[in-house]
């Protein structure tokens, strides 16, 4: 089921970890929802202007989101948001084309090394969308970055 011309409900919510452990990662209609306006705000005109997006991460269920080590409050246990690894681009360079064309919550560079070799980017899209820029910080948490 496509969510908008390029993303796929089935691509937002493949989880290895759900599989491996038999956990059941389907989406109830809010997330369905705003996983579509994800797709609406920031994915598909990232994907219209960068090229090809893998998503590593999209939906997780509570269980699976607890079994991946995420936040209590993951933006991706509603929907909000996904783990993205641009193919054609860098991921640096995806991070700054959404901040500077779309409507966002947050953009997190998660892991690796800030700002050139991030492991991949979160975004997120909420009704709230505080155009947070954040990087992760060794030992746990978020700092606030500038570009
Ligand atoms: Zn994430």
Same mark, same amino acid.
């Given at each position: 089921m496509n969510?908008?011309? !390029?993303?796929?409900?089935e691509?937002l919510i493949?989880?290895?970890t759900?599989?491996r452990?038999?956990f059941?990662?389907?989406?109830g209609?809010?997330?369905v929802?705003s996983?579509?306006?994800?797709?609406?705000?920031?994915?598909?005109?990232a994907r219209?202007a960068?090229?090809?997006?893998?998503i590593?991460s999209?939906?997780?269920?509570?269980?699976?989101?607890?079994a991946?080590?995420?936040?209590k409050?993951?933006? !991706?246990m509603?929907?909000f948001?996904?783990?993205?690894?641009?193919?054609?681009?860098?991921k640096?360079?995806?991070?700054?084309?959404?901040?500077?064309?779309?409507?966002?919550?947050?953009?997190?560079?998660?892991f690796?090394s800030f700002?050139d070799h991030?492991?991949w980017?979160?975004?997120?899209?909420?009704?709230?969308n505080?155009?947070e820029?954040l990087?992760?910080?060794?030992?746990?948490g978020?700092a606030?970055?500038?570009?």
């Amino acid at each position: 089921m496509n969510l908008t011309e !390029h993303f796929t409900l089935e691509e937002l919510i493949a989880s290895q970890t759900a599989a491996r452990h038999g956990f059941d990662n389907t989406p109830g209609a809010q997330e369905v929802a705003s996983l579509t306006r994800l797709c609406e705000q920031i994915l598909e005109p990232a994907r219209l202007a960068l090229g090809p997006l893998h998503i590593s991460s999209g939906y997780r269920a509570p269980n699976v989101n607890a079994a991946v080590g995420g936040s209590k409050s993951s933006a !991706h246990m509603k929907g909000f948001a996904a783990d993205v690894i641009p193919l054609q681009v860098s991921k640096r360079d995806f991070a700054l084309w959404v901040i500077r064309n779309c409507e966002f919550d947050q953009v997190i560079f998660e892991f690796g090394s800030f700002p050139d070799h991030p492991s991949w980017i979160h975004v997120s899209a909420e009704p709230r969308n505080r155009k947070e820029v954040l990087r992760t910080v060794k030992g746990g948490g978020y700092a606030p970055v500038n570009l």
